[in-house]
Each structure stands twice: as C-alpha cells, then as structure tokens.
C-alpha cells in the first residue's frame, strides 16, 4: 500500500465540521486551476483557428508557391512567361507538390451607369480548382473557366458588387488600357464571392484564361504565371528550395526568366501579423500558469498550517518528512485534479459551443472572420493538461518543505 497516497486520499475525503480554514483555500485553488486551464484551451483554440483560416484564405487566393516572370515578382509588373504542359508537368513531379494551376492578370475598371472602379481580372483555366472559391461563393455559381473561348461571365466579390450596386445575372462593362488604344468588353456576372480579406476582396474578379491572354496582347502558351499547391504547408521553405534549384533562372523560348516565391514572401504583413499572435498566447499562457501555481502554493500553505497537529502526530509515530511532503503533495494533486477537470469542461464545452454555432461575432472589416474561429487540438489540449500537472505539483515541492520545520513536541500543543 503507498501510505502517503492512503493518508491524502483520508484527508481529501475529510469534510470536517464545514468550520475549516482550508477549505475555502482547496476551493479557491480549485477555482484557480480551472479558470487557468479552461483560458489556456481556449486561447490557443482561438488563436490556432484564427491563424488557420486567415492562412487558408491567403492560401486560397495565391497558393503556396508563385512561379512567374522574374521581373514581374520583383517589380509588380505583369510579364508574360511561358507555360507549356512539359513545365507544368515537371513542376508537378517535384516532392511536396499537390497541384500546379496556371492563372493571367489584367487591370482594367469595372463600370456601371452612375460608379466605375478599378480592378483586377484573373484569369484561370480548366485545370483550376474551384474548392476554395466555392466554399466562399454567396450568390450565383461558378462559370466553367476555359483556355480556348470566352464565356465573358465573371465572378466578382460582394465588395465590388456592393460599390458597383451588381448583383448575378447583371451586365457591366469593363475597360481596358493598351499601348496605344482602350478595349471594352461586357461580362454578367456570374457569381459573388466573400472572404473578409480586404485586400483580396477589393481587388481580384475571376474569369477565363482565354480572354484575360487576348486581353494582354499575349501568346496562347504565355501567362502570368502558375500558382502551386502543396500538400502540406509546414513543408513549404522544403519544396521551394527545390523549386529555386530546378525553376528559378531557367528561360523559357521568348527568353522570360522564371522565378518563385513562398506566400508568405509575397504577403509579408500578414504572416507577420498571425506571428505576432504567437507571442500573446505564450504570455497568457505563462500568466496563467503562474495565477494556478500561486493559488496551489497559498492552500498547500494554509492547509500544512491547519494540519500542524496531524503531523505532528505522524512524526511522533515515526513518519519521516519526505513521507509527510509527499501525503500533502498527493492531496495538492487531487486539488489540482478536481481543478482541471473543471477546466476541461468550461474550456472545451465554451470551445465546441462556439465552433458549432458561432455564438461571438467579429467584425470582418477588421478581423478578416466574421465569428471566433476555433480549432480543437486534441493533442495540444492533452500536452496542456500535462504541463499544467506538472508544472502545478513541481511548484509545490519547495513550500512542501516547511514540513521538515515543524517539531512534533511543539506541534502537538499548536492550535
């Protein structure tokens, strides 16, 4: 039998007379452990979501990896280069490569009878993938988007439409600058997409990959470039590596100079920003600990002051002092236990009420979501619960040594 395990268990289960100092401590270092788990789950539930959805929508606009023309990355020009199926084909073999669709820019300006606004048309072809801009779609469909003709449907965001007063199925023309001349066309509009990514949002219109080429004045074979999808985002400094060695510096036969980068090279500032969260959630974190572990050494203090007599009865019987540290260390655990357990509840109960109905709201203008985003990490969430443990009964080992202070002859006459 662990003694010091029976004896904790005893002491645990003691109620007493209800007249006790300790209990209100036990329930306050309860009150405290939980509150900090359940902020601890929440908080990183939060900021994972958080970063996860705003990195999926930038991910979504320009995939992983941008090859274009060198001067184009460089300079934010739209230079032509050269696609063929044998680049694409060996862009796909690379390791770590999940998709390679091509995709041409044009500016142009959008206008309506009474409001013009200038805008920014990609061009995609068959082989894009409409997931991401499906699951975003909140009025009208997608067109088919072709290589070889012109549906002249597009699909603008519900901040254009809503500066241009167009809804689906309405008529706009839109203008576009050459060398030496303007060229008009007439779209419908197909469809409505809403990311809350202001930059993206107020920019980007969608349409076929023919007509925005012939637009530009350019090749059939020639783009703006191929954006490349990967399997796994935390490979990503991997795979382009690879594709500075086996891409980048290599011409294509108009003599254009290809060239790659990562999304987070080409939108700095908003990778930069969900880094930045990283910070806040390691600063809760460690409060938070710190709030726990303060709570639990209070009552471990309170509640060895209040049991002065019992041990030092126990000493009287021959307990040595570390048998008495660890009887009060295995009653701080069920302590803590009892805390976590509470804060496991409220802290994945709040998590999954808000991921299933959206109960807090954001402002999207400023928080590119328009409710709190939250990922439950299962994995995570068990490490958490596992530090917090830890942590909480290591803090506990130093105050636990007043123990080897207390004289049985005298502790035995304290009240």
Known sequence: MNFPLFIARRIHADEGDGKKVSRPAIRIATIGVAIGLAVMIISVCVVLGFKHTIRDKAVGFGCHIVVSEFQSLQENVSNPVCMTDSMMEMMRRIEGVN??????????????????????????????????????????????????????????????????????????????????????????????????????????????????????????????????????YNQMDVVAREFIRRVNRTTDQYGATYSSITIREQYPQIFSWLDLLDMNVWIILALMVAVAGFTMISGLLIIILERTNMIGVMKALGAKNRTIRHTFLWFSAFIIGRGMLIGNIIGIGLCVLQKYTGLVHLDPATYYVSTVPVELNIPLIILLNIVTLLVNVLVLIAPSYLISHIHPAKSMRYE
């Open 99 to 232: 998709h390679v669709q091509r995709f041409a820019l044009k500016q142009g300006i959008l206008k309506t009878d009474s409001d013009f606004l200038g805008v920014s048309l990609k061009g995609v072809g068959p082989e894009f993938d409409p997931t991401f801009l499906k699951s975003n779609l909140v009025e009208g469909e997608l067109p088919t988007f072709s290589d070889s003709t012109s549906s002249n449907r597009l699909v603008i965001s519900r901040l254009i439409a809503n500066k241009l007063r167009l809804k689906t199925d309405d008529k706009v023309f839109a203008y576009f600058m050459g060398d030496d001349d303007v060229r008009t066309r007439r779209y419908t509009i197909a469809g409505i997409y809403e990311t809350n990514l202001k930059h993206f949002d107020e920019t980007f219109c969608f349409t076929d990959l023919y007509s925005t080429v012939k637009l530009n004045g350019w090749q059939a074979d020639q783009v703006s470039g191929a954006e490349v999808t990967l399997t796994d």
